[in-house]
């Protein structure tokens, strides 16, 4: 099995105005990053949640007008501390924001060393050296977010060739490089049917961004919905589980919608390989033994007495998962799929396997 040949995207984007009408400060106090980045989400509801968090922080830098390079480092980390408290899953968003803040480390120490070869001593120029640093920073960090967007093309490119006349592939969530995969498999003439697990507390939904299930059947693709109580029953017709990810972490692990875990487990006891499809840029610099160690701010389950009522005393709605605030969304909760349970990863760069997630973060990050 081939290993990924191509690193993750090196970190270019050009000045980015999301908030037109976005107040320049004298600090960054009227700048909401949490807003940018639900902004973000909103006017473009394919955009992947680790690629709007480095438009939100592309946003702040053309909207803040730091002077120096300390000054911006300790903004953006301020905001990234800020933006990553605000979500339920704060894993997905450290792809992008960690990627982001070592292209911005590299790209200074990048300009340092050239200065160096000249005889410059880096700075020198005082504050018009900083602002020509500053431009060329947000001007690159564009070409960087566009590399990115595209991935999602170029693993569907790669993917596709799984998907072979007669295939039957079963799959969950809304990942939106696996409809990329199925529809670009289609689009190929291959003939194969789709079954999608649908969760109860999410079911299709036309109306969303990501309908897997309508755009497949419109291209003519027999499409099959099933409760996830019936995956085993499912799994002997199955040639293969395509998955997708809001994370990929060090140790080759998932973080995916709530129940990948469940049908790659299923899947391992039944013989049947489990690939996920994931962009490079979802990889993460965290190393966790379980779910547990995920650093979630939520609980997936709530306990109740015949109160109806939890510990706390909030209400909640017969068997569904917390929507008080202090809980997740439905259709926010993940799960943690280890990597002894996955086959392969499809990323831009080509197929690898779980182990060589860690040699790729370490040719990005060292």
Known sequence: MAVIQDRMPTPPPETHSLFNSAKRPNGNSDFDIV?????????DPLLTHPIAA???????????????????LLLLDSATTTLKSSVPNPVALSAGTDLFQRYIISTLQARSSADAKKGRRSGAGGAEDFKAIRAHLLANSRLFV?????ARGKIAGVARNFIRDGSTVLTCGRSRVVASVLKAAADTGV????VYAEDSLMPADPSRATDVVGDLRRMEVPVATIPFAALATALPQTTFILAGAESVVENGGAVSSLGTYQMALL????????YVVAESHKFVRVYPLGGG??????????????????????????????EDGHGVEKGE??????PELITAIVTEGGVC????????????WY
Not at 191 to 194: A, L, T
Not at 353 to 364: F, K
């Open 191 to 194: 003939r194969f049917r789709v």
């Open 54 to 72: 480095i438009e939100s922080l592309i946003t702040l830098l053309s909207a803040s007008p730091p002077s120096t390079i300390s000054e911006t």
């Open 35 to 43: 807003s940018a980045y639900h902004t973000h989400l909103r006017k």
């Open 146 to 150: 566009q590399r990115a967007k595209e």
């Open 353 to 364: 396997t779980p182990s060589s997630v860690s040699e790729e973060l370490i040719r990005i």
């Open 267 to 274: 899947a391992k006891s039944a013989g049947k390989p489990f």
């Open 333 to 338: 909760a993940v799960d943690f799929t280890p």
């Open 293 to 322: 160690d995920l650093p979630n701010t939520h609980d997936s389950f709530v306990f109740k007495t015949n109160t109806n009522k939890d510990r706390d005393g909030i209400k909640h709605e017969e068997g569904r998962l917390k």
